[in-house]
């Protein structure tokens, strides 16, 4: 186990070393995934672990796939979705083109959840979905599209409970074991790295989801996050984060009005 | 982070618990008076749909005030915390409350392991852990940890619970400081303020 100062010894080194900064990262959750990745691999001495942290990038980069926790669902809250689906994406749907930014998409199960949801409300045809997150592996598996096939048992009932009314099967191909996504879907996907810790603004947009990704960050990287999602949301758009997040800390109230009780803003001025 | 000055009042109590454990929660909770020094978090093993139906019931049987958690919420003595579904509960040294959706342990999220071991390293001997009944080995290496940072641990008495593997497990593999029945669980509490 390391100690507390050895994990800020551990983020001073990445940050001059590797350029990232995990100075603003929650550190309760942090120093447990720091502890996780140590253990694994069977350290026994901290220096031991910096040094290979320093000196070999290959393994720099195992350790922050591994620190950053990439756990996802497909229509995880199912009843977040039935709100898409049936209050925000009809709002949207009178644009001549919409476009969608998922921020910490990890391996893409949130993103195909709402290429489904576009779909069947006859809007993916104008959309365009812009998937981010620091974490390449993960992208490489979100860009695939290919999910565990045990899982679609669960995922279909979190779909039907979202209500979904086809058969959830007609979206993927079963083959040994792993479901893979139609190309319909991933057509209108694009996929890259983009960190909300140092990255800007890149384009706007109409709906932007960041779901479970600032429970990671301190209260002031979340104010960066959120005015980063501010600054790329166009006038009425709609910011959507996770069942337990919010922006109320962040951003001035005004600016923003709640849709109903759901972790969804929607951005007024 | 900044470090705020440590509260040496703030004391911690952390019930977790699985099967069979709502109950003997429901004839604990009731029973206090509003908290006052301490904080009470509960940890229960629960379906991962974000429904409210535990902290809607708890609200309706206790005196104290019932704070939702939502992430980096402030932690304060003289409020009940229930941890939400399909979150980790952890705890950070600014006495706030973070999230995390990492992998479950031991089949659960919320693991009581993981907020015992997060607690232990912030309120250290200001914390007690309390484990009650349950099916499932959980809780086991949280109360170790607890007990390593000079915490309280407190396992309920297996023969009042009614799944006994849960306790049984913890005191098979731990020390604690005391084996309690219900009643007396309560009695403990209550001698927190006092
Ligand atoms: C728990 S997953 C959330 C996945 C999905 N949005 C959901 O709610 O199911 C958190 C993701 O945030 C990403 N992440 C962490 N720090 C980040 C940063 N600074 N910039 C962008 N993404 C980040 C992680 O790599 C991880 O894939």
Known sequence: ?269 | MEENQINQDFKVVIIGGSAGSLNVLMQILPQLPVIKTFAVVIVLHRKSTDDQTLEELIKLKVRSNVKPIEDKVPFLPGFIYIAPSNYHLLFEKNDVLSLDTSEKINYSRPSIDVSFESAAEVYKNRLTGILLSGSNADGTEGLKSVKNEGGTIIIQDPDSAEMPFMPNHAIQNTTPDYVLNIQQILQFILSIDN
């Open chain 1, 1 to 269: 186990m390391i100690e507390d100062i050895e994990l800020e010894t551990l983020i001073n080194e990445v940050y001059e070393y590797y350029g990232f900064d995990f100075g603003s990262y929650s550190r309760a959750s942090l120093k447990r995934r720091v502890n996780r990745i140590y253990q694994l691999d069977g350290f026994t001495y901290f220096e031991e672990f910096l040094s290979k942290v320093r000196s070999d990038s290959e393994y720099y980069k195992r350790m922050v796939d591994e620190i950053t926790v990439n756990v996802t669902e497909m229509f995880r809250d199912p009843s977040f979705y039935t709100v898409i689906r049936n209050q925000i994406l009809p709002l949207l749907g009178t644009k001549p083109f919409i476009r969608l930014w998922h921020a910490g998409c990890s391996t893409g199960e949130e993103v195909y959840s709402v290429a489904i949801l576009l779909k069947e409300a006859g809007l993916l045809h104008k959309s365009l979905i812009y998937a981010t997150d620091i974490n390449t592996t993960v992208l490489e598996t979100a860009k695939k599209g290919i999910f565990p096939l045990r899982m679609m048992k669960e995922y279909s009932e979190n779909y039907r409970d979202s209500g979904g009314k086809e058969d959830f099967s007609n979206y993927y191909t079963a083959n040994y074991g792993i479901a893979k996504f139609n190309e319909e879907l991933s057509k209108k996907m694009v996929f890259s790295q983009h960190n909300l810790v140092s990255d800007t603004s890149f384009n706007e947009f109409d709906l932007i989801f960041c779901r479970n990704v600032l429970i990671y960050f301190d209260n002031d990287l979340q104010k960066r996050a959120i005015n980063l999602f501010d600054e790329s949301l166009s006038v009425l758009g709609f910011l959507a984060l996770g069942t337990k997040e919010t922006i109320k800390y962040s951003i001035s109230q005004s600016k923003y009005k709640q849709v109903e009780k759901e972790k969804i803003w929607r951005k007024i001025k």
